[in-house]
């Protein structure tokens, strides 16, 4: 059973930081991208940032870039997502997801966690 479950959430001022982790079990950790995704209310799920199997590559969408950082440390199973200089435009449900390789196509990642809630207030 492929589980990820996302943690480190939470609310926060505009200016603050956070850590999202995502744990990861059921799969080979090191054989997958991972990816974040955040929907806020009445949007769609919006690609925000990938790494790829070995930490090799990193992508993220224009409005994170220079402040979210993602990272995966493979002898732990999990991924990371530093979020810094947080705005209230990144208020959201944010996604942890897995796939054989990362895309900014939502359709393209097998495996999802179940969410966890940031809001950033003003």
């Known amino acids: 059973q492929v589980q990820l479950v996302e943690s480190g959430g939470g609310l926060v001022q505009a200016g603050a930081s956070l850590r999202l982790s995502c744990a990861v079990s059921g799969l080979t950790f090191s054989t997958y991208s991972m990816g974040w995704f955040r929907q806020a209310p009445g949007r769609e799920r919006a690609f925000v940032a990938a790494?790829?199997?070995?930490?090799?590559?990193?992508y993220y969408t224009d409005t994170v870039k220079g402040r979210f950082t993602i990272s995966r440390d493979n002898a732990e199973n999990t991924a990371y997502l530093q979020m810094d200089s947080l705005k209230p435009e990144d208020t959201a449900v944010y996604y942890c997801?897995?796939?054989?390789?990362?895309?900014?196509?939502?359709?393209?990642?097998?495996?999802w966690g179940q969410g966890i809630q940031v809001t950033v207030s003003s």
């Open positions: 997801a897995a796939a054989p390789y990362f895309d900014s196509d939502r359709r393209k990642w097998d495996y």
């Open positions: 790494v790829s199997r070995s930490a090799e590559y990193t």
